[in-house]
T-cell receptor, first 118, second 112 residues
Framework: GAVVSQHPSRVICKSGTSVKIECRSLDFQATTMFWYRQFPKQSLMLMATSNEGSKATYEQGVEKDKFLINHASLTLSTLTVASAHPEDSSFYIC??????????????FGPGTRLTVL | DAKTTQPNSMESNEEEPVHLPCNHSTISGTDYIHWYRQLPSQGPEYVIHGLTSNVNNRMASLAIAEDRKSSTLILHRATLRDAAVYYCILRDVGEYGNKLVFGAGTILRVKS
């Protein structure tokens, strides 16, 4: 299947710093990528839909000024957590939609990024 | 969004078949039924998806009820590596297409 990577896999930072997470589709072009957040023992929560060349669409309750998304190319989307605080500590997961995958619009997920804010 | 209902957890013995049920009584005519699974500290992994007919692939089979209000994911021979959270999701066609909204899923435990 298609491969999606994320970098870094884990990051620990001090409160108030900004953290950038990269999501790459390695063997297909993804016009649409999605960002999720997952707290311990909870399900994935969709944060936003990232579209190449246009502004991201955020889910209700997700602050767009706090979680900055840039989808500058067909293989790269970035999520920047601005001025991170301990409550932003979570597992961040991206996915990419492969419209040409012949699987009815299957999404492929990255391995996730564990963010810990001290 | 159309919702799905799954049991919180299930247990299986290794090498035995597993049937994971999912109810989706409010499914619309164009909703695809997707199954993903997630191992601890990993991103979800695509398992299978279908629309009306039963589907088979190397990982699993998907049996869809005639009225499409329920479906069952079938793992033919469970292994310890199949222990994961299994999510049954109806594909929601959003403005930018096809976002997946995850429910709580079913925790599958496999005993050796």
């Amino acid at each position: 299947g298609a491969v999606v990577s994320q970098h870094p896999s884990r990051v620990i930072c001090k409160s108030g710093t900004s953290v950038k997470i990269e999501c790459r589709s390695l063997d297909f072009q993804a016009t649409t990528m999605f960002w999720y957040r997952q707290f311990p023992k909870q399900s994935l929560m969709l944060m936003a839909t990232s579209n190449e060349g246009s502004k991201a669409t955020y889910e209700q309750g997700v602050e767009k000024d706090k979680f900055l998304i840039n989808h500058a190319s067909l293989t790269l989307s970035t999520l920047t957590v601005a001025s991170a605080h301990p409550e932003d500590s979570s597992f961040y997961i991206c996915s990419a939609r492969d419209p040409g995958g012949g699987r009815g619009d299957t999404q492929y997920f990255g391995p996730g990024t564990r963010l810990t804010v001290l | 969004d159309a919702k799905t209902t799954q049991p919180n957890s299930m247990e299986s013995n290794e090498e035995e078949p597993v049937h994971l049920p999912c109810n989706h009584s409010t499914i619309s005519g164009t909703d695809y039924i997707h199954w993903y699974r997630q191992l601890p500290s990993q991103g979800p992994e695509y398992v299978i998806h279908g629309l009306t007919s039963n589907v088979n692939n190397r990982m699993a089979s998907l049996a869809i009820a005639e009225d499409r209000k329920s479906s069952t994911l079938i793992l033919h021979r469970a292994t310890l590596r199949d222990a994961a959270v299994y999510y049954c999701i109806l594909r929601d066609v959003g403005e930018y297409g096809n976002k997946l909204v995850f429910g709580a899923g079913t925790i599958l435990r496999v005993k050796s």
